[in-house]
């Protein structure tokens, strides 16, 4: 039996989404993680620091008491985004980043922002104070094709913003191109990658007829991208770090809906290392998922490890949510049914 150990990972990239959802979910991400960058794309979202506080506080009263695991939020930017809450918030440790939503890009981002220009402001304060900026790269633009959308986005808005602020601090979430695999290297700026985005391609969308369990936005696209992200997480280039966009939606609005995102909380590191061993790049996993993140976001590393063993590892279908002791929905995991080769098997001293 394989095993390896690597000091606890952070998840860059997290929804943890509100109600029983959210005290349903919290355990998968902080039994194996120490710390998760929250989105604040919830149904209102968070862009005051009086909301944050409160999401915060909501988040750490559904954590099980002996966690230690740390959330760390986020403000939603909007066209009237307020200069001295933002950079108050992140002075003051309320706010550890700044999240950019091009309205109407993916779930909640109706608030979000429709002249990316009117910020160049903001990004400038950001930009002296060393806060990060997360961005969400897409255009919306309808005569734009959907699989093209992130490109279109580097070109027109993010090659421009990396320019102009050589030193803000920009990561590109949920990476799906090549294209974008180039533009980080060769930019400075750091993006994250998923597990899902390294599993599929974009005709899982398409097996059976529409498959809404696939459909995440940014989409999936062709295999020669997906080739390419894999080299890129596996590489073990500081650029590249863990960001799983675990996407929770109950089974009602997924299925018949079609809702966009993917859960993978419950199965992502063993879904990640899985690639790296694909990719006979074990040896990179723990900069990928333990490593680059901190060193990218200037904080430490965490200090306890965790121990995978390689060991079949059977994915469940669906996974209750439950409200008081009633079930009131199911969430469809990434790799239900499946059986993975690996297994978190705990934290060691």
């Not at 992502?268 to 990719?279: C, G, H, K």
Request: aromatic content about 10%; glycine content about 6%.
């Amino acid at each position: 039996m394989k095993t390896l150990t690597i000091l606890k990972p952070d998840d860059w990239h997290l929804h943890l989404r509100e109600g029983p959802v959210l005290k349903n979910i919290i355990p998968f991400t902080s039994e194996y993680f120490g710390r998760a960058i929250v989105m604040p794309n919830t149904k209102i979202p968070i862009t005051s620091i009086d909301s944050a506080i409160s999401y915060k506080k909501t988040i750490v009263e559904a954590l099980p008491g002996s966690s230690k695991f740390e959330p760390l939020m986020t403000m939603y930017l909007t066209d009237e985004a307020d200069k001295r809450e933002l950079i108050s918030g992140f002075k003051n440790n309320v706010f550890f980043a700044a999240k950019l939503y091009p309205a109407n890009a993916t779930t909640n981002s109706s608030y979000g922002v429709k002249k990316i220009e009117n910020l160049y402001e903001i990004f400038e304060l950001m930009q002296d104070s060393g806060m990060p900026l997360l961005i969400h790269g897409e255009v919306t633009d309808t005569e734009v094709d959907v699989f093209d959308r992130e490109e279109v986005f580097i070109d027109r808005e993010l090659s421009p913003i990396a320019k102009r602020f050589p030193k803000l601090k920009i990561v590109l979430e949920h990476i799906t191109t090549s294209y974008a695999v180039d533009f980080v290297q060769e930019n400075n700026i750091g993006a994250t990658i998923t597990p899902h985005h390294l599993h599929i391609n974009r005709n899982a969308m398409f097996f059976g007829g529409l498959n809404s369990d696939f459909y995440c936005l940014p989409v999936a696209k062709r295999e020669k991208h997906r080739l390419a992200l894999r080299k890129a997480a596996t590489s073990g280039k500081e650029c590249f770090f863990l960001g799983t966009d675990s996407a929770p939606h109950l089974r009602k609005w997924k299925a018949f809906c079609g809702c966009a995102g993917i859960f993978n909380s419950p199965v992502a590191l063993e879904s990640y290392l899985t690639v790296f061993e694909e990719e006979n790049a074990l040896d990179n996993f723990e900069k990928f998922s333990s490593l680059n993140g901190p060193k990218f976001y200037n904080v430490p590393p965490n200090k306890e490890r965790i121990k995978l063993v390689s060991k079949p590892n059977k994915i469940v279908d669906f996974i209750d949510v439950f409200e008081q002791e009633n079930i009131v929905g199911q969430i469809k995991p990434l790799h239900a049914g499946e059986t993975l080769k690996w297994q978190v098997d705990g934290i060691v001293n």
